[in-house]
């Protein structure tokens, strides 16, 4: 890559600077590299970092109310923000100072006077890295086929999930999600079209999961489950409703069906994490629904209540 090589994919940069004129350099100096939005104090700052989850921060030292290093502290310790690199751009130019915004996360440091081709050099950089980091983390973390989660990345959020939720005492959902008589519609349509129909199956799970927090995952095979925080055991029962409408929807022929269509079946429990419930017996409880769903025959949903989860669970 030469140093004016093109970025690849679009690129979201956030500039927050209580100088409208260095604003206004910065930007000026960026503008091709991507979308700029900017901000001129901190609060507003996080604002615009927790809506627009940009890629790059360039982040000014020195401003009043809240300053740089506040700043970045808290970008850094909320999930939806972290994930953004920070460049911190500082007219303090000492070792101390340079070493204070890499201890508090910042990824790089430029000085004021700004000079263009060394702002555009060290920007260039990180969105590359930014990208190449996304790029990894579609790898490990997404399904090839269908393009959603996948299970190990779901294992992985089920985990701080219920621990986030123990903390705060609040309630955490899951839905187990099978597609019925899946083996008769390979068997009679082909396994290209078997797997035109995961991916349609998946692309309308997701568009129904559309609350922050909330994600669908493929599980294995034909079953897919979601995660869904800060839901009540009847808004999970009236969400996996959803679901079965969704496919059900969709209207792809299945003539080996009963129901002549693709259908999905459903297990879906909702309860707040306990010291005595286990995440294991969540997903085990929660699968037992799934297959109430399929032994009463299919094209439904079961909710596992609470309660039913603890009498369940020695
Ligand atoms: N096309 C395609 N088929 C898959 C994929 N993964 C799993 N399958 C198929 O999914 C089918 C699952 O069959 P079963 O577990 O018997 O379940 P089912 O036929 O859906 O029956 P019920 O769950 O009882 O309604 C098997 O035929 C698998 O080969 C995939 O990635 N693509």
Avoid at 67 to 79: H, I, M, S, T, W
Avoid at 197 to 221: F, I, M
């Amino acid at each position: 890559m030469t140093t004016d090589s093109p970025i690849e994919e679009p690129c979201s940069i956030l500039i927050i600077d209580d100088s409208p004129t260095a604003v206004r350099m910065l930007a000026d100096m960026l503008k091709d590299l991507g979308h700029i939005t900017f901000a001129t104090n901190g609060e507003a700052g996080l604002k615009f970092a927790q809506e627009i989850q940009p890629q790059l921060i360039l982040l000014d030292v020195e401003m009043p109310s809240m300053n740089g290093y506040e700043v970045c502290q808290r970008l850094k310790a909320n999930p939806t923000t972290s994930e953004s690199a920070v460049i911190f751009v500082t007219s303090d130019s000492t070792m101390e100072s340079e070493i204070k915004a890499l201890e508090m996360g910042a990824v790089d440091f430029i000085t004021k006077p700004l000079n263009q081709p060394v702002v555009r050099a060290r920007v260039r950089t990180q969105l590359k890295l930014s990208q190449q980091a996304a790029a990894l983390s579609r790898l490990v973390n997404r399904d090839e086929l269908t393009g959603l989660y996948n299970r190990r990345y779901f294992n992985e959020v089920i985990e701080s999930e219920f621990q986030r939720l123990r903390r705060q005492e609040l309630s955490l959902g899951l839905a187990f999600i099978d597609i019925d008589h899946f083996k008769k519609f390979n068997d009679r349509y082909g396994h290209q079209e078997g797997d035109r129909c995961l991916q349609k199956v998946a692309s309308s799970l997701n568009n129904a999961t559309l609350r922050s927090g909330e994600l669908v995952a493929r599980y294995g095979g034909e079953e897919f489950v979601a995660v869904l925080p800060h839901i009540s055991i009847d808004q999970v029962a009236i969400y996996g409703e959803k679901l079965c409408k969704a496919i059900s929807d969709c209207g792809i022929i299945h003539q080996d069906s009963e129901f002549g269509i693709v259908t999905i079946s459903v297990g879906v429990t909702a309860a707040i994490p306990t010291s005595t419930i286990s995440v294991h017996q969540l997903i085990k409880e929660t699968d037992k629904a799934l297959y109430a769903s399929k032994s009463t025959g299919r094209n439904r949903c079961t909710t596992w209540a609470h309660s039913e989860l603890n009498n369940n669970s020695t």
